[in-house]
């Protein structure tokens, strides 16, 4: 096989790994600030079960988590899904794991703020969702942004993990290539481009770190 | 009719009394400051008139509406919803340490609130920020951050949000004392000028002469009780022990 031919193979499962890293952080951002504030819920029933869920979501394998999402509707409920389920499986698996950790580094951010920005707030008369919005959640990005970095890059890694329920992405192409040519090129191939991928996304996240800087 | 009227105030910390039955009226137009020793109670006496802290029983009333009374169990129900947003337009608060909005411009920290709570015309809010800005002497620091101001400039940017809400009272919690003392001064300047104005004001300081000064009247709290009240000249030629005390310590200020 040609050379171009195996590039063009790999350039479709990057284009399956940036889609799965691009729907993880549109759907996982603010779905974690959703389960954040369950996590800080004063209703203890609401608070426990998010609770559960994160410690579930942090202790076990994401491949696992995948799995079940993926056999989950057949082993389960018995409905059969098709191929084109995969890549969904995919989505869902990463957006609810990914949800989970921001939530913590969430909580995290909005629990340091001080308690004197609330009660300016309070005594200038916003109300809380304005409280939330205007004042303290700007602070938050800000504050968190070091540990949301972390996980970008931890998740550009991650994306090969959609190999496991036979997503086509980035890292099964490359393996497939590989042993079919008995070639190392497909690895080189793959290894670059989650190194470039990621220094890209760092490039990007200390470019954002930077317009945050217009306050100490 | 009384702008301020507390009655009967008592607020309990883990079952310490720091509040202790403390009455305390304030007419419109008058400066009133508040003395006493650390944990005298005086920052709890401010929280609970601003509603902060809720007082445990007793009564808070603003130009004769209700904020907090006294149900039948002797405990303290508090207006709710859009009655005490209502009484909480009244009154202002200036904290010891600002509490600024560090990612809004000194602009906008005046600005934000009353474009976005009371819904006010923005180029009449701006006019307005700018013109107190101007009374400040901040007018050349509009468009900075408060990271970037002196701790005196923060506090006068901190009077400045609070008066563009236009309360009909503010409340001074030590507004110099987290300050350099060479700062104190300029801060103190522009509360002065406040109350040439003829804006009602209570203040909580440990500047003696400034409070001899500026007031009307003067409070003396040890212990979570009025000592002794009355004009600067009665408080400070007080035979009261306690009172004399105290003031020796601060010398005469
Ligand atoms: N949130 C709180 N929880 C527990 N105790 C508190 C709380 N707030 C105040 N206290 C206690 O209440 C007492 C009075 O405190 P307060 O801050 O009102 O005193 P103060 O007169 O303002 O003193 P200072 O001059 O030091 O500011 C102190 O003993 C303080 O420890
Ligand atoms: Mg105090």
Same mark, same amino acid.
């Given at each position: ?216 | ?6 009655? $009967? @105030?008592? /607020? ?11 009455? *305390?009226?304030? !007419?419109? +137009? ?85 474009? $976005? @709570?009371? /819904? ?11 013109? *107190?800005?101007? !009374?400040? +002497? ?86 979570? @009780? ?28």
């Amino acid at each position: 096989m040609a050379l171009t031919k195996i590039l063009l193979q790999l350039a479709g499962g990057m284009w399956v790994s940036i889609q799965i890293f691009i729907v993880t952080l549109v759907f996982s951002l603010p779905l974690g600030l959703l389960v954040s504030f369950g996590r800080m819920s004063k209703n203890p029933v609401i608070r426990a079960i998010v609770k559960f869920y994160i410690s579930v979501m942090r202790g076990t394998p994401l491949m696992l988590q995948l799995m079940v999402v993926y056999f989950g509707p057949y082993y389960l409920l018995g409905i059969k899904v098709g191929n084109g389920y995969r890549l969904w499986a995919a989505f869902i698996g990463f957006v609810i794991n990914y949800a989970a950790y921001f939530a913590e580094i969430y909580r995290s951010g909005i629990q340091s703020m001080p308690v004197g920005q609330y009660e300016a707030a309070k005594l200038l008369g916003y109300t809380k969702p304005q409280t939330f919005f205007r004042i303290i959640f700007p602070q938050v990005v800000k504050r968190i942004l070091p540990s949301v970095t972390n996980e970008v890059i931890t998740l550009v890694k991650d994306t090969s993990l959609a190999f496991s329920i036979s997503v086509l992405e980035m890292f099964a192409v490359a393996k497939a290539l590989a042993s079919s040519q008995t070639s190392l090129i497909p690895f080189v191939a793959a290894g670059l481009f989650y190194y470039v991928f990621n220094l890209i996304v760092a490039v990007g996240m200390e470019y954002i770190e930077k317009r945050m800087n217009y306050y100490q | 009719m009384y702008l301020l009227e507390m009655n $009967h @105030v008592k /607020k309990a910390f883990d079952g310490q009394g720091v509040l202790r039955d403390i009455s *305390l009226s304030v !007419k419109e +137009g008058e400066i009133v400051s508040i003395i006493g020793p650390s944990g005298s109670g005086k920052s709890t006496l401010l929280r609970c008139a601003t509603m902060l802290e809720e007082m445990d029983g007793g009564e808070l009333n603003y130009l004769g509406e209700k904020a907090a009374w006294n149900g039948p169990d002797g405990k303290a129900i508090y207006a709710k919803g859009e009655k005490r947003k209502e009484i909480q337009k009244n009154y202002g608060l200036v904290f010891q340490n600002f509490h600024l909005f560090p990612h809004m411009t000194v602009l906008k920290n005046i600005t934000d609130a009353p474009i $976005h @709570v009371q /819904k006010r015309d923005k180029e009449e809010v701006y006019s307005e920020a700018m013109e *107190l800005l101007k !009374k400040m +002497g901040l007018e050349d620091k509009a468009e900075a951050y408060p990271c970037q101001l002196s701790g005196g400039q923060c506090q006068r940017v901190a009077i400045a949000r609070a008066l563009a809400l236009n309360p009909r009272i503010l409340f001074f919690d030590e507004p110099t004392s987290a300050l350099d003392p060479e700062l104190t001064g300029e801060v103190l300047k522009v509360i002065k000028s406040l109350a040439d104005m003829h804006i009602t004001m209570v203040i909580v300081t440990h500047e003696m002469a400034f409070a001899k000064d500026i007031s009307d009247r003067i409070i003396f709290m040890a212990d979570g @009780v009025i000592v002794e009240e009355g004009t600067p000249e009665e408080v400070f030629s007080s035979s009261n022990e306690r009172t004399q005390s105290f003031l020796g310590r601060y010398g005469e200020g």
